[in-house]
C-alpha cells in the first residue's frame, strides 16, 4: 500500500480544520501551543517510516504515557494488576469520581486518571527511582535517547492537580493506593510531561504491532498474550467516553492525549501516529481523529 | 489451521464447568432449557465448516437477534440512524433506565435493550409487515428457509416485558419511540424469540466476517464500510458491561444473547458460534464465554 | 394577629412579580392558564377565614391531590403503606427514574410521581370505585360537595403520561404495583384534575392543622399520630427538589402543584394556601412560594 | 409537663437495646467507647434542668459540631455563606462525592461533611486563629469553661481522614475552597473531636430553642429568623439520608454525630440532647433515635 501517498491526502484535506478548535487550556504550557501544527507519522514492523507536516515536533504526550507504564508494569506483575483496577470502559469522562465511589476504590480502567494513578503507584511501589525507570523505558522502546520531560508542564499539572488528588485520596480510603499521594502525583505529572515528536512517538509504540516485541531496543517488552490484551484495552477504553466512536469511524487500537497527540496501531502491521493540539469537546484532537477516520476511509484497513 | 482438532479440544476440556452455571429464568420456557448442551461451529468464509457437540440443537438466539435487525435497519436507512442510537459502550447492565435519564432519551448503543427497542421501532416504520420482514432476514442469511420463533417464548416474554415498557414509554417521553408501545414490545418479543442452531447461527453471522455480502443470499446485505463499523460496535457493545473482559480475554467481535448463545467473527476469516444454557452473573454463557477464551488462545487468533 | 392585613401586604407586594414566570406548558389545558391570576386564603382551626385576590377561582389541584389520597390510605391501612413507599426526601426531581431503579421500585416518599402512583395503586385495591371515592373525600374534607376533576385536564394527562407510564412499568416489574396500568395512570389523572379554589384548598386542609380531625365532614380522617406524621412528610419532601429551599424560607410542611398551588398548615393553628399559575425552573408557583415567604416575615410564624 | 417523668420512663425501656448495635469503627478511639453508657438531659429555656443516666459522661461530639460552626459562620457574613454551600437534603451517604462531582463543587447542605468543611474553611477565613474560636464558641453557649477536645481523637481522625481529603480536593478543584487542605483537615478534626457530656449539649443547643440568644453566655449568637433558618436545614438534612425517617418518628429539628449523640430542639420551649455510643446502618445512634421516638410518643410534643 502507497502509505505516503495517503498520508499527503490526508494532510491536505485536514487544512481546512486545522486551527479550528482550542488546545487544553487548563495550564498555560499546553495553552500556548500553537494549534497549527499538523503531523502524522508512520513505522511499519518491517522498519519502514513516512510521515508528513510537522513531525519532528516535540508535544506533550500526556496520556499516551498511560499505555506505556501500562505496558511497563503488565510485563513486570503479570495479571495481578487487574486485582486493582478492571478492563471496562467508563461511559464517562476521564476524572470521574462517581463510578469510582460505586465500585469501592476500583477504577473501571487503566486509562482513566484513576485507573492511570493505580498503575503509577505499582510502578513507585516496583522501582527504587520511578522517575529515571520511566525515562529509561520510553528513550528505550523509541530508540531514542533524548527523550525528556517537560518539567515547566509537569510542575503546572502539580499545580492543577486538586482533582487527580480527590480521585487518589478517594482511592486511599478504599486501600487502593499504597504509595504517599504527594510523590505518586509527582511522579504521575513527569511521565505525562514527556514530551515525543510524531515520529518517535509511532516508533514507541510499534511494539505493540510486532507481538511486544521491540525492534528499537530489541528485546520483548511484553508476551505476546499481553500485547493482544493491552491492544484490546485501547480498542474498549483508549478514547474515554469516545471510545465506541474511535472504535466504529477508525478501527484500530490507540489512544490519545490532551496535548493533542493521537496514536493506533495495527497489530501485525504498524503504528500510526497523529498531532495537532486543537481538542474537540470529549478531549480528544479534533483533527487528529479526522486524520485517523480518513485514514481507515483511504487505506481500507482496520481490524474489522 | 486445524479448527476441527481445536473445537474438539475446546470441547474436552469445558466439559468440567458444563452445568454448573444455571440457565435464565426470567420465563419458564428459558429457565427450563437443558444446561447441559454445548454445541461449538465455525463457518470460513470460503464455505467450510466445522463443529462439534450439539451444533444442531435450536435455541433462543434472544439479544443476538439485535445484530440483525440492527444490519437491516442500517443497510436501509444508512447513518441517520445514529442520530436515535448511540455507539457507546455503557458501562452498566443491559436494561438500565437511569443512563437514558441522563441522556434524553437517546440509548448509548443498539445493544442495550432500549437501543435495541429503538431498532426495532425504526423496522416497523420501514416495513408494512416487519415480522415477516424479520423472519425473512434471518431465514435469508443462514440459508435456511425453516427458521422459525417459538411462539412460546414470545408470548412468555410479552408477559414478563414490564422493564422493557418502561424503557420504551421513558423513551417515547423523549419523542424516541415513533409506533404504538404494545406492537413494538410484540415484534422485538418476536424477534428475541427466533430460534437457531450453532451451525445455523455461524453461517448466519459469517456475512460479518465477509465484508458485508452473504454467501448464502448470494447477496451484500451490507456496505464493506457498514460491516466494518458494524463489527466495531459489536466489539465495544456486544457484552453489555463484560464487553472489556470479552475484548481482553477473547478479542473478536461477537454478541451474546441470554439463551446462552454467543458468535463472533473474525473479519476476512470465519464467524465461530457456541451455546450452553448456564449464564454467569453478567448474563453471558458461562462455558461460551470460557470456549471462546481457550479457541483465541489454542488458535492465537484474534483481531489485536 | 390581623391575618387579613398580612394577606393585604403580601397582596400588594408580589405585583410586581406577578405574570413573570410561565405556567407549565405540557398540556394546552394548563399552559393557558391567565398566569396574572392570584389568590391567597387563610383558614383558621376556630373557623375563620381570610382572604384577597382571586380566592374564588377554580385551578387545578394537580400534585396537591397527593396528600389527600395519602392521607386517605394512610388512615385505611396504617402503617404497613410504608413496606412499598419511603419518607425519605429524593434529592432529585419529582418524576426520576434513576433513583427508582438503585432503590428496587421502591419510591423514596409519597410525593414524587412514582410513591404517588403506589399510594393510587392501593387507593384502587381498597375500593371498588376508586374515582367516587377521590371525589367524595375531597368534597367531604372541604365541605362543598360541588367540587369536580376538569376532564378535559384528565384526558390531556392521560395522553401526556408516558413518563408516567414508564415509572409504573418499571415498579411493576419490581411488584410494586398491583393493578392495570392504563386504569391506574387513568384514576391518577383523575385526581389531579380535581379543581379547587383557594378557599376550598385552604379549607380541604385544615384537618392537617387540627390533628386530623376535619370540621367540615365532621370527622376524624386521621389519627393524631398518623397527622404528625403526614405533616412532617410534608415538610420533607412536599416540594421536591426545593424541599429545603421552603423549608429554609417559608418554614412551614406544605405541598405545591404543577396547577400553580401551594398549600401549608401550622399545626394546632390554620391552613393557608396561594394560587399563581407562574413556575419556578423548579415546578412550583414562583408567585406562591414568595407570598408564603412573605407571611412568614411578616408573622414571624414557623413551626422553627 | 411532667419531663422528669417521661425521661425515667424512656430510661426503662430503651434499657433491652442498649449494648445492642456496635459504636463507630474507623478509629480506635471511638471503637472502644463502652456501648452500654446511655444518658438524656433535657433543659427548658426558662432555665430547668432534667436528666437520668449517664448525663456527666463526655463523648465526642463528632458531627453534631457542625451546627455549632455553621451558627458561628451565619451570624458572622449572613445569606452570603449561601453561594458556596445548599440547604437542600442529599438523599446520599454523609461522605458521597457523587453529588458534589455533578452539583460542580457546591455541597447539598453544611451537615454533609463537604458542606461542613466549606463551613470551616469560611471560619478558618474569617478568624486567624480558627481552632481557639471554635473553644470559645463551644464554651460560651454551654456555659463550661472546661470543654476541650480529645486530641488523640483528633489525631486519629486526621489518620484517617483520606475521604475527606477527596472531598476537600474536589471542592478546591472547583474553586469551593479557599485554605490549605491540610490545615483545614486538622481543623475540622478539632471540632470534631470536642467532647460534651448530654447536660452540656442540651445546654450548648439550647439557643436553638431560644430564637438564637443563648442564656450561657448572655448574648444574640444568631438572629431570630437565622435561628428559624438554623432550626429548618436541622429539620431538612440532620440526619443524613434517615431525616425523613426522623421527621417522621420524632417531628423536631435535630442533629446527629457518629459519637452516637443526638440532640434536638422544640423551639421556643427546650433542647433536648440523647447518647448512646451504638450506631444504626446509618451511622445514628440506635438507641438515641428511639429514644427521641418515645420521647414524642409519650409528650406529643412535636413541631407537627
Known amino acids: 500500500m502507497d502509505y505516503q501517498n ?33 503531523g502524522i507519522s508512520l513505522t511499519t514492523i518491517s522498519g519502514e517510516e513516512y510521515g508528513v507536516g510537522d513531525t519532528e515536533v516535540k508535544f506533550s504526550i500526556q496520556s499516551i504515557s498511560k499505555v506505556i507504564t501500562l505496558a511497563k508494569v503488565f510485563y513486570s506483575l503479570g ?29 473501571r480502567n487503566p486509562f482513566l486518571n484513576s485507573g492511570a494513578l493505580v498503575i503509577t503507584d505499582m510502578l513507585i511501589s516496583i522501582f527504587d527511582k520511578p522517575k529515571e ?12 535517547n533524548e527523550i525528556i520531560p517537560n518539567l515547566k508542564v509537569a510542575e503546572s499539572e502539580i499545580g492543577h492537580s486538586e482533582r487527580n ?14 504509595n504517599d499521594i504527594d510523590h505518586l502525583l509527582e511522579v504521575y505529572a513527569y ?23 521491540c525492534r528499537f531496543s530489541n528485546k520483548r517488552e511484553l508476551t505476546v498474550s499481553q500485547t493482544k490484551r493491552l491492544n484490546a484495552i485501547m480498542q474498549s477504553c483508549g478514547f474515554y467516553d469516545e471510545a465506541g466512536e474511535f ?8 489512544k490519545s492525549g490532551v496535548g493533542g497527540g ?28 479526522k486524520a485517523l477516520e480518513l485514514f481507515t476511509t483511504k487505506s481500507g484497513i482496520s481490524i474489522f
Chains 1, 2, 3, 4 share one sequence.
Open 133 to 144: 525507570e520511566i525515562l529509561r523505558i520510553m528513550r528505550s522502546i523509541s530508540g531514542n
Open 6 to 38: 495517503i498520508l499527503n491526502e490526508i494532510h491536505a484535506e485536514v487544512q481546512p480544520i486545522i486551527g479550528s478548535a482550542p488546545p487544553a487550556d487548563y495550564i498555560p504550557e499546553l495553552a500556548n501551543v500553537d494549534n497549527k501544527k499538523f
Open 191 to 213: 511521565q505525562c510531561a514527556i514530551e515525543m515528536t510524531c515520529k518517535e512517538l509511532s516508533k514507541a509504540f510499534l511494539l505493540f504491532a510486532n507481538n511486544g516485541f
Open 79 to 107: 495479571d495481578q494488576i487487574w486485582e486493582r483496577v478492571g478492563v471496562e470502559p467508563s461511559g464517562t469522562t476521564f476524572n470521574s469520581l462517581t463510578q469510582l465511589e460505586f465500585e469501592k476504590g476500583i477504577p
Open 262 to 289: 493521537i496514536v493506533a496501531v495495527l497489530p501485525g502491521q504498524f503504528s500510526i501516529s497523529v498531532w495537532n493540539p486543537g481538542l474537540n469537546k470529549k478531549g480528544n484532537s479534533l483533527v487528529g481523529m
Open 165 to 178: 488528588k480527590a480521585l487518589a485520596y478517594m482511592m486511599k480510603s478504599f486501600g487502593n493506593i499504597h
Open 247 to 254: 472504535a466504529f469511524k477508525v478501527g484500530l487500537p490507540g
